[in-house]
T-cell receptor
C-alpha cells in the first residue's frame, strides 16, 4: 500500500532564503508523485508532478522537486522564498495501479515566510 | 471557463439534519472526487467517480452518499449529519485520459459545521 509522510507540519523561512519541504513515500510499485499548494481559503492547485521521466521536476512559481528512489523521497525546494509563497503544501502519491487516479495525501506542511 | 465550482460555500447544520453539496465542472472531465480536509490529516478521499453513472467508495465513505447522474455534476449527500462531519469539503475533477498522471483540479471548498 502507498503512503506519504511530510516531515514538519510548519516550516518558517525568511524572505529570500531557501525553501525545503520534505516528503517521503512508501510504494510497492513505481510511484507517481505530486506536490499541490493551497493558498488561504482556496482549493488546491498542482505545483509539479513526477511521472517516471526526469528525476528533477520543475514546477510553477520557481519550485522544483527531485525524486530519489534510494531515499524514497520527493522533497520540494525553491532557491529564494517570496512572501507570496506562504501557503500549505501537500505531497501526494498515486494509489494502486492508477486507473482510478486516486491520490493519497500527506498531512500537509504550512510554509511561513518572514519579511 | 469557471473550472470546478462548489455550492454552498458555507453551511451550518444541526445533528441529524441532511444536506447535499453540489460540485460542477465545465471542463468535460470524466473523473470526479470528493475529499474532506481536517487539520493535521491532509485530504482524505470520501467517494469518487470515473464516469457518468458510476461511483465508488474512497478512504472515508461512512455517513456519505454520492451520485453522478450528469457528467458535469457530482453530488455529495449527508443523510444524518454528525459533529464528526464538521470539515472542509473539496471536490476535484480530472480528464481521466491518463489517470495515473492527470492533474486534479480543485474547487474552492465548502466549510461545513455540524452542531
Amino acid at each position: 500500500a502507498q503512503s506519504v509522510t511530510q516531515l514538519g507540519s510548519h516550516v518558517s523561512v525568511s524572505e529570500g532564503a531557501l525553501v525545503l519541504l520534505r516528503c517521503n513515500y512508501s510504494s510497492s510499485v513505481p510511484p507517481y508523485l505530486f506536490w499541490y499548494v493551497q493558498y488561504p481559503n482556496q482549493g488546491l492547485q498542482l505545483l509539479l508532478k513526477y511521472t517516471s521521466a526526469a528525476t528533477l521536476v520543475k514546477g510553477i512559481n520557481g519550485f522544483e522537486a527531485e525524486f530519489k528512489k534510494s531515499e524514497t523521497s520527493f522533497h520540494l525546494t525553491k532557491p529564494s522564498a517570496h512572501m507570496s509563497d506562504a501557503a500549505e503544501y501537500f505531497c501526494a502519491v498515486l494509489e494502486g495501479s492508477g486507473n482510478t487516479g486516486k491520490l493519497i495525501f500527506g498531512q500537509g506542511t504550512t510554509l511561513q515566510v518572514k519579511p | 471557463n469557471a473550472g470546478v465550482t462548489q455550492t454552498p460555500k458555507f453551511r451550518v447544520l444541526k445533528t441529524g439534519q441532511s444536506m447535499t453539496l453540489l460540485c460542477a465542472q465545465d471542463m468535460n472531465h470524466e473523473y470526479m472526487y470528493w475529499y474532506r480536509q481536517d487539520p493535521g490529516m491532509g485530504l482524505r478521499l470520501i467517494h469518487y467517480s470515473v464516469g457518468e453513472g458510476t461511483t465508488a467508495k474512497g478512504e472515508v465513505p461512512d455517513g456519505y452518499n454520492v451520485s453522478r447522474l450528469k457528467k458535469q455534476n457530482f453530488l455529495l449527500g449527508l443523510e444524518s449529519a454528525a459533529p464528526s462531519q464538521t470539515s472542509v469539503y473539496f471536490c476535484a475533477s480530472s480528464y481521466g485520459e491518463r489517470p495515473e498522471s492527470d492533474t486534479q483540479y480543485f474547487g474552492p471548498g465548502t466549510r461545513l459545521t455540524v452542531l
